[in-house]
């Protein structure tokens, strides 16, 4: 009887230290996936530090010289800003990739269709065109958003300009923007964005009613925050 229990005693304790070491070796290896996942981890938020996808350093752009601002009182939405802007920098007419934005608000405005289109802005409605133009902002939403740096600060006039060599097309910046300036070249896989033109934007040298004009960034802030791009 003795031996019986004893025996029985052996093989519960076999049981148990088995199913300890079952337990061990899952806590271990949860633990080590844990490990693995932490590294994973630190790395890539390293890694995001380096290319700009949000996390470490803080990146200080210097303030550009001046920005591009449209009047919707004068507009007459004849686009001719669009083509001199692509013709001059990428050497087509291609409106949809202009640093100055005039096409998609041309017949409805920024509301787009509504029933009371007639009230909005646009061909269809009030004849106010909406045209929208680059910020230059001072901490760029596209700049900051590009993983592998490729828009940086024009040494002359200080705009924020897209290297295309090291530009990857992934359009990132173009989604980061809150008013949607940059625009990824569907041909080209680059983005586009207002470099300025060296200081001599080519789209307001054209615009036949004046209504575009270059001003320096703190008098084109200013006119921001009085009136909004809207109604200047």
């Known amino acids: 009887m003795d031996k019986e229990k004893n025996k029985e005693g052996g093989v519960d304790r076999l049981i148990n230290q088995t199913t300890s ?13 844990g490990a693995v996942l932490t590294v994973s981890l630190v790395s890539f938020l390293s890694s995001c530090t380096t290319t700009g996808l949000g996390a470490g350093k803080k990146r200080v752009w ?9 009047s919707t009182a004068r507009c007459s939405g004849c686009r001719r800003c669009e083509t001199n802007c692509t013709m001059s920098n990428d050497g087509k007419a291609h409106p949809y990739i202009a640093r100055v934005k005039i096409g998609r608000n041309l017949n409805f405005g920024k509301k787009g269709p509504t029933a009371a289109y007639w009230m909005n802005d646009g061909q269809i409605g009030n004849l106010k065109i909406d045209g929208e133009t680059c910020h230059q902002c001072a901490d760029p939403y596209c700049g900051n958003a590009c993983p592998v740096g490729a828009i940086g600060v024009d040494p002359s006039t200080k705009a924020r300009v897209v290297d295309e060599a090291k530009c990857i097309g992934c359009g990132a910046c173009e989604r980061a923007c809150p008013w949607g300036m940059a625009t990824l070249d569907p041909e080209a896989k680059k983005s586009k964005k207002c470099l300025l033109c060296n200081g001599d934007p080519q789209c307001a040298r054209y615009c036949p009613n004046g209504a575009i004009k270059f001003l320096p960034w703190a008098e084109a802030v200013k006119l921001y925050q009085a009136h909004g791009q809207d109604h200047i």
Request: net charge positive.
């Open 21 to 33: 070491r079952r337990e061990f070796l899952k806590m271990g290896g949860k633990g080590a996936a």
């Open 62 to 70: 210097a303030t550009a010289s001046g920005a591009v601002i449209h």
